[in-house]
């Protein structure tokens, strides 16, 4: 049953990927007004923010297996949180990438370092990469109980990084939610709802199809323990 609907999910989620990221593309590229400042370079904004909030998600939902693996102790816990913060971290790349372009390309500078925006998140990506160097150097139930307690404490560091977008202020890293709502006409953020969508369902997708990996290669390893039996 749970593998039944294990397997539904990663259907689910890949079709409504695959579906939403090409209607995305097409609308951003072809349907959503170009930008009179910067030009068609802006529009890589839709794929840059969505992926950005996307990688938050993926931490808060390690944060929460977390939580359930020490209440409960499931292993299944722990792969999911695990899962999780590798898929967010893989986007989280994509994050500096896709920024680090834009930047370049409307304001001249790949990267400034007393922006606190670009700074906070920065931190953000150093403490889910070193959630992979503790889980490396341990083992067994000490691991994933430690692992635990880390996703939680490194989630700290996600309110922290949101915020700062929304009191920084810089010319390199312009607002573009704030406190007053979206900055940004009707048109552009129906697009980039469309955008985020889409990349909440890929990260889903990737997540389930990681999982599914997961139980292939246990499922092989003990096929081949018993063949060697």
Not at 89 to 117: M, N, P, Q
Not at 189 to 198: G, M, P, T
């Amino acid at each position: 049953m749970i593998e039944a609907l294990r397997g539904r999910g990663l259907a689910i989620f890949g079709a409504l990927a695959a579906t939403l990221t090409t209607l995305a593309v097409i609308g951003v590229f072809l349907v959503a007004p170009e930008d009179a400042d910067q030009g068609i370079i802006q529009k890589i904004f839709y794929f840059h923010v969505a992926i950005a909030i996307t990688s938050l998600v993926g931490f808060l939902v390690a944060c929460v297996c977390a939580i359930l693996y020490l209440r409960s102790r499931e292993e299944r816990w722990d792969e999911i949180g695990s899962t999780a913060v590798g898929v967010a971290l893989l986007y989280a790349v994509l994050v500096i990438i896709t920024g680090s372009i834009w930047a370049k390309a409307s304001w001249g500078t790949w990267w400034v370092w007393d922006d606190v925006r670009l700074v906070t998140y920065a931190l953000v990506v150093l403490l889910y990469a070193a959630y992979f160097v503790l889980r490396s150097s341990l083992e067994g139930e000490r691991r994933m109980r430690l692992s635990a307690v880390f996703a939680i404490v490194a989630f700290a560091s996600v309110p922290l990084s949101f915020y700062s977008v929304r009191v920084a202020t810089s010319f390199v890293h312009p607002v573009v939610f704030t406190r007053n709502g979206a900055n940004l006409p009707g048109s552009m953020l129906v697009w980039f709802v469309v955008s985020l969508a889409a990349m909440l369902a890929l990260y889903g997708a990737l997540v389930h199809l990681q999982l599914a990996q997961n139980r292939a290669d246990r499922s092989l390893a003990r096929l081949k323990a018993l063949l060697e039996g």
